[in-house]
């Protein structure tokens, strides 16, 4: 992923490269609707839009608007970025994929929300703030034979997530995993993460999930 990253937007890690792994899998027609919402750079809209969908791409920050049109344009690729707050912007719209590669990050004194480039991964006490969101609205904004892929940490209960999926009248199961050494953000929060007891004596690796839920026809 070589996408132009704008100072104080996410850059593609390990997370954005094991869905992108998934994106490729997935069957997509040309003509596609493809909602990915917390775009970032836009690498994983580039990514289906490269295979001819019709992308639109989502972030709640304006430099990650800005980027994922400047990568789009550089690429010449057909995706459209909003600004706004998850699925506030395609309100009324539906699509045959929806990507999702939220913040998770469980986070200590989690009383207020995050600013700055933390928006970008810390996510509540629990890591859920975002992803029960994603959750609960997705389904409904999902075609017949729609598929919701989002990725996220072990440590952010994928079971929780398996379980509103399902919940929500989609088919749902982890289809991706990957052990990942820690990043700064969790290597700065091992201790707390331990007693909260999220992480084992010792434990220097993080699990990554994606999962997949479709709407049945």
Request: hydrophobic content about 45%; proline content about 7%; glycine content about 12%.
């Amino acid at each position: 992923m070589s996408e132009l990253v704008l100072p104080g937007v996410y850059a593609p890690q390990d997370d954005t490269a094991l869905l992108a792994e998934v994106v490729a899998d997935e069957p997509l027609r040309p003509g596609s609707q493809v909602l990915d919402v917390g775009t970032g750079s836009g690498a994983l809209a580039l990514a289906a839009a490269r295979r001819g969908a019709e992308v639109t791409a989502v972030d709640v920050s304006w430099r990650a608007v800005w980027t994922a049109r400047l990568n789009a344009r550089l690429a010449r690729l057909p995706v459209r970025a909003h600004h706004g707050n998850l699925f506030g912007p395609v309100r009324g719209r539906s699509f045959d994929v929806i990507l999702a590669n939220p913040p998770y990050v469980p986070a200590p004194g989690a009383r207020h929300a995050p600013r700055g480039r933390s928006r970008a991964w810390d996510a509540g006490s629990d890591g859920r703030v975002v992803l029960d969101r994603i959750c609960r609205e997705a389904p409904g904004l999902l075609r017949p034979g729609g598929v919701l892929l989002v990725v996220h940490s072990a440590l952010s209960g994928p079971g929780r997530t398996l379980e509103l999926l399902r919940g929500a009248g989609l088919k749902a199961s982890v289809v991706r995993r990957r052990w990942i050494a820690f990043g700064p953000v969790l290597r700065a929060r091992r201790a707390w993460l331990r007693e909260r007891g999220l992480l084992g004596s010792g434990e220097e690796k993080e699990e990554l999930v994606v999962i997949r839920a479709e709407r049945p026809l």
